[in-house]
């Protein structure tokens, strides 16, 4: 079919355009045609946005899936004759009627499978072949999904000859390609991806009572006629002479691949930490006053309004590289929970008091485009309050009911409450935060909810619209979506608590078809995404650590889906993955959290009622944009796109082989390469160079007395990469063993694996100008981040930009040796591997001989630590700075080594774990003498936060402030603190994740350990070993309602109590908190904080010292805390009886529970110290509690006079709340005893 047949059987009234339509891809869809339909084209769907902002489709119907195969040769009596005319035909033909047969389909049924046959030239990637290209066959297929089934029949067609008496004979019969998907095949062929610029010529308008979606305009056009405006990272690449003929992409002679390599990779080589912000330690209550905790207004995310709607055409770099104006929706969805059926109006369908207004169906017509002056909106509900230009959350008002303390404790005692399902539970609010680029209006606030009081829950600067029951609400809000709202980029965080749970809501009350995208009447769907399956991981051991997750992925055509807590899982390692928690360490400011029983109550107009509930809900969403922008996700998600070929969305969901992929079919297409083909599978038998510093006894610490031993970090610049580029390393290179001795020696690098690879001068590899390309690229994103006058949109697209071609370019080693990898070649990986071992070491001895009191104490993979004896700072920075020179010189370009920084002190403790005070330059340039940690307890966030801060406080004592003594003593008095019960239980909380086990694994051992009356968690050590899934399975016992995911951070503290095992330990922070238990000190002081204190302080302290720090005096609990103690007594007739009151001052157990002071301490004339001292105790106390008050009223909903309803497990401030007024309990009766005692005497 061609393109002429394609349009003339769209049945429309169409009028061509005269110039050609420019819009930003947001979205594509490739669907194959119905299996009623024969002989059809696959549709593609490509949805955009023009530069002022209207939504576009594009429909094309012409691009045919396709596949590449080796050519037959004519074969006569033996011999060899050219292929006849119509001989391919007759190929089609043969494999039609063998796939109708297999299919048992009639001989003479329409259904076809292989639309085409046509003969090129074609090189296949694998190996170097000479006296190519060769003919292939390109086999064009009707539907994508049928490749496979047609590769394989015409694989068994080719190996058995089977149309030898045709005059037919295959050679090879290995099929190429055939794996590639429709999408990332009609990308490549037409140079375009998400994000990127298209331009659309030729195209035909449809008329708008024939729309199949509900953009602005739609278009038919074919697909030669889409040309991508926006280059990806082939632009910049040096290709050779098309092996079939086509003339190659013109050579930009500014951006040669290898020109000046060496200085590129000094240019572009980055360290830049990544790590997350540090944890803050509890506020300075003391300082209270002088703090604020506000809300700045959102920044703007990188967007092109301010460029007119035509675009130039010979503005390219300065337009193309924008972002459109795009319509950003922040949702979130509040539902009831814990099985309380909230009442509806039964009876009543209408929206009180105002009707329903009427729109047009249509989202952004011709009248409601985008890039106009829009009018005001029409109305779908009550608007209880519409406000003013203001666009903030105001504080709430008092309330009319006053909450008592009980009330307040009655609903703490119901945290967490169970989990909303969608069968029983209704949404109660669906909150908005709009954020329209390029209008206007700017951003507003949008609130759905239904309620008997249409005016209780208003709110300034809020748009209210208020319904008489879900089923109203969640009608109207359907209506909203693509009336009013129609949004390009919708922002959630956990979609199966929003998107996921409107759908089967929507499923529940027979509402009718979800579709929230831009096709009319395609049901949006909401499907579950796990890394990996948990059958398949349960078999493999090695995977026994290997975190897993399950998130959501919503199909919502024309429109980009965000779910943040997918952002943040694949891009950082935090403790519990809460909204709580990413707003804490992301944006700096703690988020209230409130429990579904708090839900429930706000609901009953309780503690401030609905309006409190709305402002909430608010408050969420607005969190969840903020943390977008403030993560750069839409810049970083457009760049990576424009940079591989894939669309947005599967930028967000798809794993990095598949970007590299993409890279490489768009490269080898230019040159007429087939990827696919023999595959060279196996396991990598090389590793990188390691100097182990405990097998060579170099773990110490490097100062002695008073006397500099700095410690130089040498790294090699993207090794990898610049090892590909130096040896030519690439599969189009690998030389075949039965060819290499037909190749001159000279001709021939080999490696130490015994791999062989032609030179560069015989043939420069794909590979090797890629990598070239992409340091190119990235180095002039980042010397144009560098320009005056550069916007923040643009230098956020840019920054996202070097983001993406840096992950690509260190992704490509990882692509040819993964065992998932569609294209492995382990001869490849492993050649890159020695090669990059042997580099180091040569590298490692290099340095050794340059200087005379200079030792590498420790090398891995790309990193140099080199040792310099009795040398100052300075001259160890200039000395590493030349010795990295002086290196360098000895290896082929673009292969870098760079000095990094300088350490002194340095502390060396084992493979990647390491600390000291950093020093990048001479100069006093801030940043200098800053302690730097690698691989440490200190800066894991999988361990308990007290032993978080004691290391890295000895860190600091030790490196920074040269003080060792000063160490030892902080952690005697903070491993004091801890054993007497004076540290917070925040500090002592801990995560597991459930890699294993999901809701229906914890309900079956839930049932199995009731049926065996078992009720400790060592019934769970087949499914999945740890106190977290212990503690998941008692707290699903507790609430059946509570529903576990695949990867869900399960928090527990281990509580002290009569069990010896763990599992049994563990708790659940709340119900610690709440229930007022003591931790199990002892466990934690032996198995959590003793090994990696020893190991930091092994270096500096003496070894009887570091023993007397972990069993010293101070390490045994006074009599108050004994609880806390190694259960030692566990089955004497001792243990039964309750401990003694202890004397205030010597602690000694006292003879009565009347008094608060010993005999020998009363004689002694200690009263009055132990009075002064609970008066000081008191104090601090009270300062806390105070800070902790005006904190939560800062940060919660209720306002300054309602009641704190959060119950933030991540935040500390919540735990002082509970703590702090206990412990003033404690000290009153402690005094009232004191002052009863000598009323007494």
């Known amino acids: 079919m061609n393109k002429e047949q394609a349009l003339q059987e769209q049945q429309f009234e169409i009028a061509s355009m005269e110039s050609p339509m420019r819009m930003m891809l947001l979205d594509a869809v490739f669907t194959d045609a119905p299996a009623s ?232 080589y980055d360290q830049s930490d990544t790590s997350l912000p540090d944890e803050d330690d509890l506020p300075d209550f003391t300082q209270i006053k002088s703090k604020t905790s506000t809300w700045e207004p959102p920044a703007p995310i990188a967007s092109s309004s301010n460029i007119s709607s035509s675009l130039p055409s010979n503005s390219r770099k300065a337009t193309w590289d924008l972002i459109a104006p795009l319509r950003i929706v922040a949702l979130h969805v509040q539902c009831s929970g814990g099985g309380k059926m909230l009442l509806e109006t039964k009876g009543s369908n209408n929206v009180s008091p ?12 011709r009248d409601r485009g985008r890039g106009r002056e829009t009018g005001k909106s029409e109305s779908l509900g009550s608007l209880s309050m519409l406000g003013s230009a203001s666009s903030r959350i105001e504080p709430g008002f008092p309330g009319l009911e006053e909450a008592s303390i009980a009330d307040i404790e009655g609903l703490s005692n119901l945290v967490g409450g169970g989990s909303a399902i969608p069968s029983r539970d209704p949404v109660l ?271 110490a610490f490097y100062q002695v007395l008073c006397v ?34 037909s190749i001159p020696s000279h001709q021939l690098i080999t490696s130490l694996t015994g791999a062989q690879f032609v030179v560069s001068s015989v043939r420069r590899g794909v590979l090797p100008r890629i990598c070239g390309a992409l340091i190119t690229a990235r180095k002039q994103a980042r010397d144009r981040m560098t320009q005056e006058h550069i916007s923040s949109e643009e230098y956020a697209v840019l920054d996202g930009r070097q983001k993406a071609l840096k992950l690509c370019s260190n992704a490509l080693y990882g692509f040819t040796g993964a065992s998932a990898s569609p294209q492995q070649a382990v001869p490849l990986a492993d050649t890159c591997l020695s090669m990059g071992a042997a580099s180091c070491k040569q590298a490692v001895q290099l340095v050794g001989s340059i200087f005379e009191k200079v030792e590498v104490i420790y090398a891995q993979t790309d990193s140099v630590f080199a040792h310099f004896k009795d040398v100052s700072i300075e001259e160890a920075i200039k000395l590493g700075t030349q010795a990295a020179e002086i290196v360098s010189q000895a290896f082929p370009s673009p292969i870098v080594l760079k000095f990094e920084r300088v350490l002194c002190p340095f502390l060396l403790l084992q493979v990647n774990r390491y600390a000291g005070r950093q020093y990048t330059c001479s100069q006093g340039n801030e940043g200098q003498g800053t302690l730097f940690v690698k691989g440490i307890e200190s800066e894991r966030r999988d361990v308990p936060r007290f032993v978080r801060k004691i290391c890295k406080q000895a860190l600091i004592d030790v490196l920074v402030e040269n003080d060792v003594p000063l160490a030892y003593v902080n952690c005697k008095n903070s491993i004091r603190r801890m054993v007497a019960g004076k540290s917070s239980l925040y500090d002592f909380i801990m995560t597991g994740g459930l890699w294993r086990v999901d809701d229906h694994d914890i309900t079956k051992l839930v049932e199995k350990t009731k049926s065996s009356h078992k009720h400790v968690g060592a019934s769970t050590a087949e499914e999945g070993r740890g106190p977290h899934v212990a503690l998941s399975v008692r707290l699903k ?86 609880a806390g103690a190694p259960n030692r007594t566990q089955g004497l007739v001792s243990s039964f009886y309750r401990p003694k009151s202890p004397c205030v001052i010597c602690r000694k157990p006292l003879e009565t529970a009347q008094g608060a002071l010993c005999k020998e301490c009363t004689l002694a004339g200690y009263a009055q110290n132990a009075t002064t001292a609970i008066f000081l105790e008191t104090a601090e106390q009270e300062v806390k509690v105070n800070g902790a008050h005006v904190e939560c009223m800062r940060c919660h909903s209720g306002g300054h006079f309602q009641s704190v309803l959060c119950t933030n497990s991540d935040c500390p401030v919540f735990y002082m709340r509970y703590e702090c007024p206990r412990i003033l309990s404690h000290i009153e009766s402690t005094l009232i005893k004191l002052d009863h005692q000598f009323k007494l005497e």
């Not at 009596?77 to 009639?106: A, F, H, W």
């Open 37 to 268: 339909v024969s002989a059809t084209p696959p549709s593609v769907l490509l949805y955009g946005l023009s530069s002022g902002g209207e939504s576009i489709a594009v429909q094309v119907n012409d691009f045919m899936p396709y596949f590449w195969f080796p050519a037959p040769v004519g074969n006569i009596d033996g011999k060899i004759v050219p292929l006849k005319e119509g001989c391919l035909e007759t190929v089609k033909e043969y494999l039609n009627r063998k796939l109708q047969t297999s299919r048992k389909k009639s001989a003479d049924s329409n259904d076809q499978f292989v639309a085409a046959i046509e003969m090129e030239h074609r090189t296949p990637l694998m190996y170097y072949r000479r006296g190519g290209p060769f003919s292939f066959l390109k086999v064009q297929v009707w539907r994508d999904k049928e490749i496979g089934l047609v590769a394989k029949e015409l694989t068994a067609l080719a190996e058995g000859n089977e149309m030898r008496g045709e005059g037919l004979v295959w050679k090879d019969h290995t099929s190429h390609e055939e794996k590639i998907k429709l999408g990332m095949r009609f990308f490549c062929d037409t140079g375009i991806a998400g994000g990127s610029w298209v331009e659309i010529k030729q195209a035909v308008t449809i008329p708008h009572d024939q729309y199949k979606t509900r953009c602005s305009v739609e278009l038919v056009a074919c697909w030669e006629n889409l040309t991508g405006l926006t280059p990806d990272a082939t632009h910049h690449m040096e290709f050779m002479e098309s092996a079939y003929g086509v003339s190659s992409v013109p050579h930009n002679s500014e951006a040669s691949g290898t020109q000046n390599s060496r200085e590129i990779l000094l240019d572009m």
């Open 1037 to 1122: 016992r507790k609430n059946p309602d509570r529903q576990f995911h695949i990867g869900e951070r399960i928090p527990y503290v281990l509580m002290a109590n009569s069990s010896k095992l763990q599992d049994d330990m563990a708790e659940d922070p709340i119900e610690a908190l709440i229930g007022g238990s003591l931790v199990n000190t002892h466990v934690y002081l032996e198995n959590k904080l003793r090994k990696p204190l020893e190991s930091i302080l092994e270096f500096v302290v003496d070894s009887a010292a570091l023993r007397e720090l972990f069993t010293g005096s101070h390490t045994v609990p006074p009599p108050s805390a004994s």
């Open 708 to 741: 500099q031993d700095p410690v130089a970090i040498l790294d090699f610049a993207s090794l990898y990469p610049s090892l590909f580029m130096a040896y030519n390393l690439c599969y189009t290179t690998l030389v075949h063993p039965e060819d290499a001795k």
């Open 429 to 699: 609010v669906i909150s908005h935060i709009l954020h329209f680029q390029g209008h206007q209006d700017g951003t507003k606030q949008v609130v759905f909810t239904h309620s008997k009081g249409p005016q209780e829950g208003a709110l300034p600067g809020v748009e209210l619209r208020m319904f008489d029951s879900e089923i109203v609400m969640l009608r109207a809000w359907h209506k909203y979506w693509y009336l009013e709202v129609d949004p390009d980029i919708v922002c959630v965080y956990q979609m199966k608590k929003s998107l996921r749970y409107l759908a089967e809501r929507f499923k529940v009350l027979k509402l009718g078809t979800f579709d929230l995208g831009r096709r009319m009447g395609q049901t949006t769907e909401v499907k579950s995404v796990v890394t990996y399956g948990k059958h398949w991981i349960k078999k493999q051991a090695r995977m026994s650590s290997t975190s897993n997750q399950e998130v959501f992925r919503a199909y919502m055509e024309g429109r980009l889906v965000i779910d943040m807590l997918r952002v943040v899982l694949v891009s950082f390692n935090l403790s519990t993955f809460t909204l709580e928690e990413c707003s804490q360490v992301f944006l700096g400011a703690p988020k209230e959290a409130l429990s579904t029983a708090a839900v429930s109550e706000l609901w009953q107009g309780k503690y401030g009622g609905l309006r409190r509930l709305l402002l909430y809900s608010l408050h969420e969403a607005e969190v969840v944009l903020k943390l977008m922008e403030r993560l750069q996700t839409i810049p970083e998600t457009v760049e990576m796109a424009r940079v591989t070929g894939l669309t947005l969305s599967d930028v967000l969901y798809k794993a990095q082989m598949v970007r590299i992929q993409s890279l490489l079919l768009r490269s080898a297409r230019k040159e007429g390469w087939l990827l696919g083909g023999t595959t060279l599978n196996g396991q990598l038998s090389e590793s990188p160079f390691l100097l182990h510093p405990k097998d060579n006894h170099t773990a």
């Open 354 to 365: 105002v009707k329903s207004g009427k729109g047009n169906s249509r989202g952004r017509g």
